[in-house]
């Protein structure tokens, strides 16, 4: 299994409808074969500097590399993240 996480900043203002419509538009994500447990995450800490985060499963490496090729997630990535996205960290883990 690999959990795939990554923490976001929108260029939005907090609370804006572009705020909203981005995260709503993300849930597309969650249909693209292999992708298991998607979520949608609001930061709570005080000492990370993202504000919301995406974390998903896949059941192993090519599902993961299906979902990173699949047009749909091109597209969001192309069309979404890169224009709206100011900042991000992206990390996967695999158990150990």
């Known amino acids: 299994m690999i959990r795939h996480t990554v923490a ?3 260029k939005h203002a907090a609370g804006s409808d572009a705020e909203t419509a981005f995260l709503s538009d993300a849930l597309m994500l969650e249909r693209i074969p292999g992708v298991q447990k998607f979520e949608r995450l609001r930061q709570t800490s005080p ?3 993202y504000a919301f985060g995406f974390s998903m499963e896949f059941a192993d490496q090519a599902a993961y590399d299906g979902y990173n090729v699949h047009p ?3 597209a969001f990535v192309r069309d979404r993240w890169v224009p709206e996205v100011s ?3 992206e990390i996967d883990y695999v158990a150990l």
């Open 87 to 89: 900042a991000f960290q």
């Open 8 to 10: 976001f900043t929108l």
């Open 72 to 74: 749909d997630h091109v």
């Open 47 to 49: 000492k990370a500097n």
